[in-house]
């Protein structure tokens, strides 16, 4: 259960990767992967964020846990201003601050045994000794926590399926007891009948452990379950952000309502009705992101003022944010002309 207090608010946070070229390496412009985004996460809270791919997700969420050095901007964990920190402070906050990848096949090593995998955060760390009863005990805890049979610590990657191996990389995030974990696309890898017992296990885990998540993926039907409040994300900045249901119901930015259209629902007759939005085009490039509103090229919403002007990214009703100019409280930004599938 989330509760009021923030335990992570990130503020204009931005990460710009230098472009260079020529003999010299001279710098030739950057790539704006995070360009200026702002929210919170509440204790136990899950905030589910989506966007296309190289829409400056999985970078914000490594620039958040400060393996990207943000560009600028601020990351404030339990009060404290991560971007103020010495590598030394940085390393000794790290137990608290914990990541799950998106490929259990390429993030595990597949040398290491389950013990050797999940147990090495505490010998890194210094609160466990290699070899003693006590990690031992400590990693089969972790394994049946995350349903695993604590027998397999001494099996090795390759003899465990995907979703399995997902456990057991969630077991090893799970080691130090962390606040916060930044779970980048953790089931898009795996077959759709185990994303549902992935999502499950993870929200049973927060229920029991109380920690928060960052929740990337690309699509808000993976987002859908877990998600307290989802932030969408297009070409590196905040698109909206609302409580989950709002987010679903009401969405008011023109960008969200397409990514909406694609969520199959579960009602067949409602299903059949369905209507999808498809946007033209591509992205443009981060490295050179149109003026204005950065979603203008492809919004079939536009008005001349979108070429120019920024939209500010605003709280219309409480909770509900949105960078749009047409937004207003009663959604003047719907897109009413629907292509079909
Ligand atoms: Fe579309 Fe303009 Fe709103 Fe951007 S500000 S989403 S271009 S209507």
């Not at 030739?28 to 400056?56: H, N, P, Q, W, Y």
């Not at 995350?146 to 456990?167: C, I, K, L, N, T």
């Not at 070429?307 to 409480?318: G, K, N, V």
Request: glycine content about 8%; aromatic content about 6%.
């Amino acid at each position: 259960m989330a509760e009021n207090t923030a335990l992570l608010q990130v503020i204009n946070l931005r990460k710009y990767f230098p472009i260079v070229s020529g003999m010299f390496s001279r710098q030739a412009g950057a790539v704006r992967a995070v360009d200026g985004i702002s929210f919170d996460i509440k204790r136990g809270e899950t905030l589910g964020m989506v966007g296309e791919s190289g829409c400056g997700k999985s970078t914000a969420g490594r620039a958040i846990l400060h393996l990207h050095k943000p560009t600028g901007g601020q990351v404030i964990f339990e009060g404290r201003d991560l971007t103020a920190m010495s590598g030394e402070e940085l390393r000794l906050l790290r137990p608290k601050m914990q990541m799950i990848f998106q490929d259990p096949y390429a993030t595990l090593n597949p040398r290491h045994s389950v013990k050797k995998i999940v147990g090495e955060p505490l010998i890194i760390h210094g609160l466990m000794k290699k070899g003693s009863g006590e990690l031992n005990d400590r990693v089969a805890e972790l394994l049946e926590l995350v349903g695993m049979d604590p027998a397999y610590m001494r099996r090795f990657p390759h003899e465990f399926s995907g979703g399995q191996r997902q456990r057991i990389g969630i077991a090893r995030a799970l080691s130090l007891n962390p606040d916060f974990i930044v779970c980048d696309e953790p089931i898009s890898a795996l077959d759709v009948s185990i994303q549902a017992q992935v999502v499950n296990l993870m929200q049973d885990l927060q229920e029991q452990l109380g920690v928060a998540y960052l929740f990337i993926a690309h699509d808000l039907s993976m987002v859908k379950h877990i998600s307290h409040r989802i932030v969408v994300m297009y070409l590196g900045k905040v698109m909206e952000l609302a409580e989950r249901n709002t987010l679903f119901d009401d969405p008011l930015h023109p960008y969200t309502q397409s990514l909406n259209s694609a969520v199959p629902t579960p009602n067949p007759k409602v299903e059949r009705a369905r209507q999808r939005f498809i946007l033209e085009g591509d992205p443009p490039s981060p490295a050179n992101p149109p003026s204005g509103c950065v979603f203008h090229t492809r919004c079939p919403l536009a008005v001349a003022a979108c070429m120019t002007d920024e939209p500010e990214f605003r709280e219309i009703h409480p909770g509900h944010f949105v960078a749009c100019h047409l937004a207003d409280e009663k959604g003047g930004s719907k897109i009413e002309v629907v292509s079909t599938r």
